[in-house]
């Protein structure tokens, strides 16, 4: 059974910074690419960024470019989102996900991705 896990979230002021993490259990982490997705009350779900397999490549929204990155470590079945700069429009419910396929690219819809962790809230102040 594959279970995904996120913590990190919480109540930050603009400008401030969180770091999300995402551990992953019953699927071989480190063939898989991941992405983290987010939706606020009312909106739809959004990409935010995804990283391949290996992490060498990266991808990432608009809306986010320069301030957040996404990184992995396969030897802990961890990607992260590492979020600098939070505005209050960053607020939201975040998800990771493992894509459908192993040695996938990294994908920016969420029809790629099969597994989700059940979120993470990340609410910023003005």
């Known amino acids: 059974q594959v279970q995904l896990v996120e913590s990190g979230g919480g109540l930050v002021q603009a400008g401030g910074s969180l770091r999300l993490s995402c551990t992953i259990s019953?699927?071989?982490?480190?063939?898989?690419?991941m992405g983290w997705f987010r939706q606020a009350p009312g909106k739809e779900r959004e990409f935010v960024s995804a990283?391949?397999?290996?992490?060498?490549?990266?991808l990432y929204a608009d809306s986010v470019k320069g301030r957040f990155t996404i990184y992995r470590d396969n030897s802990e079945n961890t990607v992260y989102l590492q979020m600098n700069s939070l505005k209050p429009e960053d607020t939201a419910n975040y998800y990771c996900?493992?894509?459908?396929?192993?040695?996938?690219?990294?994908?920016?819809?969420?029809?790629?991705?099969?597994?989700w962790g059940q979120g993470t809230q990340v609410t910023v102040s003005s």
């Open positions: 990283t391949l397999w290996s992490g060498g490549t990266t």
């Open positions: 996900a493992t894509a459908k396929r192993p040695f996938s690219r990294p994908y920016n819809s969420d029809v790629e991705y099969d597994y």
């Open positions: 019953g699927r071989t982490f480190s063939t898989y690419a």
